[in-house]
C-alpha cells in the first residue's frame, strides 16, 4: 500500500521521515508522514529490529 522513504544522511539517525503512496505518488511528491503517524511508528518499529548493526558499515550514531 505505502512504502517509507527514509531520505537521510548517514549519520542523521532524527531525519524526518517521509511516507509516500507509490502507486498513486511515483514522485513522491506528498509526504503522508503526518498523516499517517501510526504508520510510520510501525515501519520504523520493523526496520529497527530487522537492522543488523555492522563493524564494516557502521552508522555514525553507533560508532563507539
Known sequence: MSTLIQKAKRNDRLAQQQLYDLRTDPAEQHNLAEQYPKVV????????????????????????
Do not use: G, V
Open 41 to 64: 511508528k510501525k515501519i520504523k518499529k520493523i526496520m529497527s529490529e530487522a537492522h543488523t548493526r555492522s563493524d564494516l558499515f557502521p552508522f555514525d550514531w553507533e560508532r563507539k
